[in-house]
């Protein structure tokens, strides 16, 4: 993928982490304060209707008592006797002002006494399942103020209630509506603020409703033991303004949680992005490749063999050397993953190169990790089942570092040569060299490296150092690649000096295997000729 689309990508994503908890807590905060508004609501019109039911209940209480007292004294309705214990239950009961007779529309006597000619109470407006009749706009003119109530009959007695006393509670917030409703009729009874008589037909008779209408947030309840029914409604501002109290607390927690979230999208991608990761999907794209160095008989200039160097060009274009992640891969354990696709490499050319020379040698490097796996020499048997070849095609360089006297590995060179392949003492002299150590293992070649060639001619303090490595290599008996030869003077210097063979600039770069197949294919003709 280019790393434009690839960047645009990550940013997208990211946006998108971000994005979703915010508005996950914007629709939460919206959701939990309509919740608690409605809470509120609920709240609000069950206070109404608990002080509607007490009223009822009072009205019940009193009238019954009056019936009970008058059948058993035989008295009129409106003997003193009468009169004096609607006084009584008029004063003990909290929600009743007046509790009286009634004939007709008219009051004929009550607590306030005898109302000489009647009080005209105006014709009965809703008349309830239980047969209660109510009026809910009773005009009385007294010398203190003109008031309008709401009187209940229950037979011939009628209870005369003060219209603003069942939502007369203490509500913090003056815009809440209240209102209260006989159920059955469309119309309110008591009403404190806006309210809608579309409200009672949501509710659809339901002991419990609550809504949101867009401009309230409304409750409706019913009693089930009375016929009241109460409705509370909350504007929308104070809704609103809950969204913005919750929105306060949510979007920080969601903010949290998206960066959480675009932290753990970029670790992820990291993750991805590692050397383990990136070698995996490598093999499997094919990215990796060999380039073929050849390597010369020093005495012919003849190619007598190719050292096998791995090469990865990754899906953007870029080509990464081996010495950037081959350290890297010996690190984190991916370097067997590598050598078992080199040997599947050398194995898918091997054919061909040696169809055109039967006896090139392929160099293979191996790392010190390679020789410490029992599985190399499996491997190695495969590749000469796989490659048609002998062993004698096949060449091991381990580099020095490899070598590290340990056991394990001294016996791997040892299967290793069992099988005929020879085995290359590589980067000698770069690292960890003894002569002692070197005598303990039983090797075929070793390898010069380019650092003491580069000295060959010069006056480096170093530059007698190639001659010792010669004599050492001589004495145990070590036939020798130089490496990275560039220069004439140097491939005669080490010609003189009895080195075999040379590897270097001078006489070819890695190759591609069609470059190195075309090269073959020439020499030969020249050769036949
Ligand atoms: O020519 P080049 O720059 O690729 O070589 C860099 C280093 O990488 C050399 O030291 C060489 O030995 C090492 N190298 C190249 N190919 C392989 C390989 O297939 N396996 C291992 N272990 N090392 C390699
Ligand atoms: O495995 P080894 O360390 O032998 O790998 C050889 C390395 O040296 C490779 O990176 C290869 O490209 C490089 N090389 C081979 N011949 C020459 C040469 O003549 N000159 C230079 N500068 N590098 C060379
Ligand atoms: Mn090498």
């Given at each position: 993928m280019p790393r434009a689309s690839a960047t645009t990508l990550a940013i997208l994503a990211a946006i998108v982490a971000l994005a979703i908890p915010i508005l996950a807590a914007l629709e939460l905060a919206q959701h939990q304060s309509l919740q608690s508004e409605m809470d509120r609501a609920l709240s609000y019109a069950t206070e109404i209707m608990v002080r509607s039911e007490r009223t009822a209940a009072q009205i019940d209480d009193g009238i019954g008592m009056l019936v009970h007292t008058r059948n058993a004294s035989?008295?009129?309705?409106?003997s003193a006797a009468q009169i004096a214990l609607m006084r009584e239950i008029a004063l003990v009961?909290?929600?009743?002002?007046a509790i009286g007779y009634v004939s007709g529309d008219q009051m004929l006597c009550s607590s306030m006494g005898l109302h000489a000619g009647g009080l005209a109470l105006g014709p009965v407006e809703q008349v309830t399942k239980g047969g209660t009749k109510v009026r809910n706009n009773v005009s009385m003119a007294t010398s203190v103020s003109d008031s309008t109530f709401i009187v209940v009959q229950h037979g011939e007695y009628a209870a005369v209630i003060h219209k603003s006393l069942p939502i007369d509670v203490s509500t913090q917030e003056k815009d809440v509506s209240l209102a209260t409703f006989t159920p059955?009729?469309?119309?309110?009874?008591t009403a404190r603020g806006p309210a809608k008589l579309e409200w009672i037909d949501a509710a659809q008779g339901r002991e419990q409703a609550t809504f949101f209408d867009g401009e309230y947030v409304v409750a409706v309840v019913q009693s089930a033991q009375f016929a009241t029914g109460a409705v509370a409604a909350v504007p929308v501002a104070y809704l609103n303004q809950r969204v913005r109290e919750f929105a306060l607390v949510l979007v920080p927690i969601g903010l949290l949680a998206g960066i959480a979230l675009v932290l753990v999208v970029r670790y992820l991608t990291k993750l991805q992005q590692s050397l383990p990761a990136l070698i995996r999907t490598g093999v499997r794209k094919k990215e990796f490749f060999l380039g073929y160095q050849p390597l010369v008989d020093?005495?012919?200039?003849?190619?007598?063999g190719a050292e096998a160097l791995i090469r990865w060009r990754r899906s953007d274009g870029t080509l990464v050397r081996p010495d950037q992640f081959i350290p890297e891969a010996e690190e984190n354990g991916m370097i067997q993953r590598i050598t078992r696709h080199v040997l599947q490499l050398v194995a898918k050319d091997a054919p061909e190169i040696l169809r055109r020379r039967p006896n090139f040698h392929i160099g293979i490097n191996l790392s010190s990790a390679d020789l410490h796996t029992p599985d190399t020499v499996k491997l190695l048997q495969e590749l000469l089942r796989d490659a048609h070849a002998g062993p004698h095609n096949i060449l091991i360089e381990a580099t020095e570092r490899g070598f590290m006297n340990t056991d394990a590995a001294r016996e791997m060179v040892k299967d290793i040569r069992a099988l005929g392949i020879d085995v290359a003492i590589d980067d000698f002299g770069t690292g960890y060299s003894s002569l002692s150590y070197l005598e303990s293992f039983a090797l075929d070649y070793l390898k010069i490296d380019k650092s003491f060639i580069d000295?060959?001619?010069?006056?480096?303090?170093?530059?007698?150092v190639v001659l010792h490595i010669i004599q050492m290599a001589k004495s145990l008996n070590l036939k020798m690649i130089a490496e990275g030869v560039e220069t004439e003077a140097q491939e005669k210097f080490l010609r003189e000096h009895g080195v075999q063979y040379a590897q270097g600039w001078l006489f070819g770069k890695p190759m591609p295997v069609a470059d190195l197949l075309r090269e073959l294919a020439k020499a030969k003709s020249v050769q036949a000729a």
């Amino acid at each position: 993928m280019p790393r434009a689309s690839a960047t645009t990508l990550a940013i997208l994503a990211a946006i998108v982490a971000l994005a979703i908890p915010i508005l996950a807590a914007l629709e939460l905060a919206q959701h939990q304060s309509l919740q608690s508004e409605m809470d509120r609501a609920l709240s609000y019109a069950t206070e109404i209707m608990v002080r509607s039911e007490r009223t009822a209940a009072q009205i019940d209480d009193g009238i019954g008592m009056l019936v009970h007292t008058r059948n058993a004294s035989g008295d009129g309705p409106c003997s003193a006797a009468q009169i004096a214990l609607m006084r009584e239950i008029a004063l003990v009961s909290s929600y009743l002002q007046a509790i009286g007779y009634v004939s007709g529309d008219q009051m004929l006597c009550s607590s306030m006494g005898l109302h000489a000619g009647g009080l005209a109470l105006g014709p009965v407006e809703q008349v309830t399942k239980g047969g209660t009749k109510v009026r809910n706009n009773v005009s009385m003119a007294t010398s203190v103020s003109d008031s309008t109530f709401i009187v209940v009959q229950h037979g011939e007695y009628a209870a005369v209630i003060h219209k603003s006393l069942p939502i007369d509670v203490s509500t913090q917030e003056k815009d809440v509506s209240l209102a209260t409703f006989t159920p059955g009729y469309r119309e309110f009874r008591t009403a404190r603020g806006p309210a809608k008589l579309e409200w009672i037909d949501a509710a659809q008779g339901r002991e419990q409703a609550t809504f949101f209408d867009g401009e309230y947030v409304v409750a409706v309840v019913q009693s089930a033991q009375f016929a009241t029914g109460a409705v509370a409604a909350v504007p929308v501002a104070y809704l609103n303004q809950r969204v913005r109290e919750f929105a306060l607390v949510l979007v920080p927690i969601g903010l949290l949680a998206g960066i959480a979230l675009v932290l753990v999208v970029r670790y992820l991608t990291k993750l991805q992005q590692s050397l383990p990761a990136l070698i995996r999907t490598g093999v499997r794209k094919k990215e990796f490749f060999l380039g073929y160095q050849p390597l010369v008989d020093l005495q012919t200039r003849e190619w007598v063999g190719a050292e096998a160097l791995i090469r990865w060009r990754r899906s953007d274009g870029t080509l990464v050397r081996p010495d950037q992640f081959i350290p890297e891969a010996e690190e984190n354990g991916m370097i067997q993953r590598i050598t078992r696709h080199v040997l599947q490499l050398v194995a898918k050319d091997a054919p061909e190169i040696l169809r055109r020379r039967p006896n090139f040698h392929i160099g293979i490097n191996l790392s010190s990790a390679d020789l410490h796996t029992p599985d190399t020499v499996k491997l190695l048997q495969e590749l000469l089942r796989d490659a048609h070849a002998g062993p004698h095609n096949i060449l091991i360089e381990a580099t020095e570092r490899g070598f590290m006297n340990t056991d394990a590995a001294r016996e791997m060179v040892k299967d290793i040569r069992a099988l005929g392949i020879d085995v290359a003492i590589d980067d000698f002299g770069t690292g960890y060299s003894s002569l002692s150590y070197l005598e303990s293992f039983a090797l075929d070649y070793l390898k010069i490296d380019k650092s003491f060639i580069d000295t060959i001619g010069t006056d480096a303090a170093t530059s007698r150092v190639v001659l010792h490595i010669i004599q050492m290599a001589k004495s145990l008996n070590l036939k020798m690649i130089a490496e990275g030869v560039e220069t004439e003077a140097q491939e005669k210097f080490l010609r003189e000096h009895g080195v075999q063979y040379a590897q270097g600039w001078l006489f070819g770069k890695p190759m591609p295997v069609a470059d190195l197949l075309r090269e073959l294919a020439k020499a030969k003709s020249v050769q036949a000729a």
